[in-house]
């Protein structure tokens, strides 16, 4: 019983953990993971761009960007994450696994 017990947790964590970004809508453009060194690009198109990260289902940044604006990640002076979004910027949490850049459909 106990055996079943904690493989049934296991299954769960691993679900919570592996539905990243493919659980949310829209798709994904940038994706940085906790030991990656940061990506920075420019949005593929206009439109709408959501962050989300796997402390949270729902996205933690929306922001409206113009083909060619800044969309990525970078590291500030303390060597934390941030994300960007055009002239937008947000530090990471220091427990963010991952973190992604969506668009919207």
Known sequence: ?????????????????????GAQP????????RTNEPVMQTAPKTGTYK????LSPN??????LQ??????FRKDAEGRIIAVAGDNEQPLSKGTAQAYWKLQK
């Open 1 to 21: 019983m106990l055996l079943r017990n904690f493989a049934l947790r296991a299954c769960v964590v691993t679900g919570l953990f592996t539905a990243g970004c």
């Open 26 to 33: 829209g798709t994904t453009i940038v994706t940085q993971g």
């Open 51 to 54: 962050l989300y990260t796997t």
């Open 59 to 64: 996205a933690t940044t929306t922001v409206r």
């Open 67 to 72: 083909e060619g604006d800044q969309l990525g």
